[in-house]
Nanobody, 115 residues
Framework: QVQLVESGGGLVQPGGSLRLSCEAS????????MGWYRQAPGNQRELVAR???????VYADSVKGRFTISRDNAKNTVFLQMNSLKPEDTAVYYC?????????WGQGTQVTVSS
């Protein structure tokens, strides 16, 4: 079992930045994929970004060039740096780990982009 704890959400003005963090309760051994999803009211949960144990990354088209996913293996933590935020980025952001067919989810952190 893996517990995931997100932090770093909040209220930010359009054009601003936030950095989300997700700390896992134990080391995640390869192979794995760690990622961020988001869900806005009335919408389905969607993939924002994912990083694989080999280091490759995947981004949703809507965030390419603005968001960056990274990790700190020593701290079992994955980050999502979000720049040039837009109102349409408003959602609950969830951390996700996939390992050998098993998925784990964090509790979510609210990101609100509004003036």
């Amino acid at each position: 079992q893996v517990q995931l704890v997100e932090s770093g959400g909040g209220l930010v003005q359009p054009g601003g930045s936030l950095r989300l963090s997700c700390e896992a309760s134990r080391s995640i051994f390869s192979p794995y994929a760690m990622g961020w999803y988001r869900q806005a009211p009335g919408n389905q949960r969607e993939l924002v970004a994912r990083i694989f144990s080999g280091g490759s990354t995947v981004y949703a088209d809507s965030v390419k060039g603005r968001f960056t996913i990274s990790r700190d293996n020593a701290k079992n933590t994955v980050f999502l740096q979000m720049n040039s935020l837009k109102p349409e980025d408003t959602a609950v952001y969830y951390c996700n780990v996939r390992q050998l067919g098993v998925e784990f989810w964090g509790q979510g952190t609210q990101v609100t982009v509004s003036s």
